[in-house]
């Protein structure tokens, strides 16, 4: 948590095409790693977490990989839709305190 | 559940007003937290109180910027007097945190707040 930076910070992709946006973060108490997406005039909704005792999580077209050594985890994206066009933020945590701090955020757009 | 709640969804004021945001959290959720979203500085956290308790409010911006929870089930985000500056949505989240901890936080749909 705490320092908490995504990369790209906008990012264009093809529908069709894959897409993978970075999170590093600083705080190596760090031990839950969640993803969320925001839709234009939503709310931030979660789609997909992984816990520190597990290296990749997979759910349909998404995925999730975390190095915990190199402090960084990744959301992957198969198959972009243009429904996939969000804002995306990670908010890595650690478990044993309440703080909930998100990333800078990454704006992905799908061209059909 | 209906979900975290909050009132009003839009506020237009005039500069120099007091605003106030309301929000209710997610029954038996024990952590709620204040956001401001706006395109230059993303999603800050500003306040989060822990069983009713404020916990950690070093993102409150200003002393014109207050919080309470004086219950369970009911926050407030108070901005007094308010500047064009404020404008923003507002975000409140809840969520379960406590033993193995970490679960997911649950929004609300926003206060778009407009100064003017």
């Known amino acids: 948590g705490e320092n908490v930076e995504q990369h790209p910070s906008t990012l264009s992709v093809q529908e069709g095409d894959s897409a993978v946006i970075k999170c590093t973060y600083s705080?190596?108490?760090?031990?839950?790693f969640p993803w969320y997406k925001q839709e234009l005039g939503k709310r931030p909704q979660l789609i997909i977490d992984i816990r520190s005792n597990v290296g990749e999580k997979k759910d349909q077209r998404i995925a999730v990989t975390l190095n915990k050594t190199a402090k960084h985890f990744s959301l992957h994206i198969t198959e972009t839709q243009p429904e996939d066009s969000a804002v995306y933020f990670c908010?890595?945590?650690?478990?044993?305190?309440?703080?909930?701090?998100f990333g800078t955020g990454t704006r992905l757009l799908v061209s059909p | 559940d209906a979900g975290v709640i909050q009132s009003p969804r839009h506020e237009v004021t005039e500069m120099g007003q007091e605003v106030t945001l309301r929000c209710k959290p997610i029954s038996g959720h024990n952590s709620l937290f204040w956001y401001r979203q706006t395109m230059m500085r993303g999603l800050e956290l500003l306040i989060y109180?822990?069983?009713?308790?404020?916990?950690?409010d070093s993102g409150m911006p200003e002393d014109r910027f207050s919080a309470k929870m004086p219950n369970a089930s009911f926050s407030t985000l108070k901005i007094q007097p308010s500047e064009p500056r404020d404008s923003a949505v507002y975000f409140c989240?809840?969520?379960?945190?406590?033993?193995?901890?970490?679960?997911?936080?649950?929004f609300g749909q926003g206060t778009r707040l407009t100064v003017v």
């Open positions: 908010a890595p945590r650690n478990t044993g305190f309440q703080k909930l701090v």
């Open positions: 109180f822990n069983n009713n308790v404020p916990i950690d």
């Open positions: 705080d190596s108490a760090s031990n839950y």
């Open positions: 989240a809840s969520s379960l945190t406590g033993g193995r901890g970490g679960t997911e936080a649950f």
